[in-house]
């Protein structure tokens, strides 16, 4: 079981006051190293089931969910078993929710944000331009990546069933 509090802690994260937006940046980068540990967790038990990379330990984030988005997909369509359209599809779609995460993550976390002078705060884009910052939509990323992670953790019951799977079939 994973020491991230995103698996292993409550199934739900919701905030109930969302002004500050330095904690809501903070919320996202805790989230998220929650979120990678849960997901090199997952690869290291995948490597029962295929050989991981060597040094993927220091890949980014994103690689590491395209590629074993990529490796599962080639173990689905060796090993069949029940429901495993459904946990296919599911697997697919939360490691794509991930890499999806890490871009909008890179947005909120890296760009500086500023106070304006009505007491509000403001983001500078990478082109330069100052736009208003939505600080209600930081928190509500920060709950989405906090339930990502507990969607990853369940990914370790599809990788245990898939490597049932092949037992069942080298048997």
């Known amino acids: ?28 980068a805790i989230y998220f190293a929650y979120l990678e540990d849960e997901l090199d967790e997952l690869l ?7 050989t991981l990379p060597d040094k ?15 490796q599962l997909r ?10 495993s359209d459904e946990e296919r599809a599911r697997a697919e779609s939360i490691l794509t929710a991930c890499r999806e995460a890490a871009l909008k993550r890179n947005d ?12 509000g705060a ?12 939505d600080v209600a939509k930081i928190y509500r990323f920060a709950e989405h990546v906090f339930d990502l992670g507990g969607a990853v ?13 092949r037992e069942t079939v080298a048997s």
């Open 153 to 165: 953790y369940g990914l370790h019951f599809v990788i245990s069933r898939l490597l049932k799977a």
């Open 44 to 50: 290291g038990q995948s490597g029962h089931l295929f």
């Open 122 to 133: 403001m983001q500078k884009d990478l082109s330069g331009k100052m736009r208003p910052l």
């Open 108 to 119: 909120i976390v890296h760009l500086p944000i500023f106070g304006d002078r009505k007491g």
């Open 56 to 70: 993927i330990d220091r890949w980014k984030f994103r690689d590491k969910a395209k590629w074993l988005q990529k």
């Open 1 to 28: 079981m994973s020491s991230g509090c995103a698996g292993g802690g409550p199934r739900s994260m919701r905030f109930t006051k969302m002004d500050d937006p330095v904690k809501g940046v903070g919320f996202v």
């Open 74 to 83: 080639t173990t689905f369509d060796t090993y069949a078993y029940l429901h």
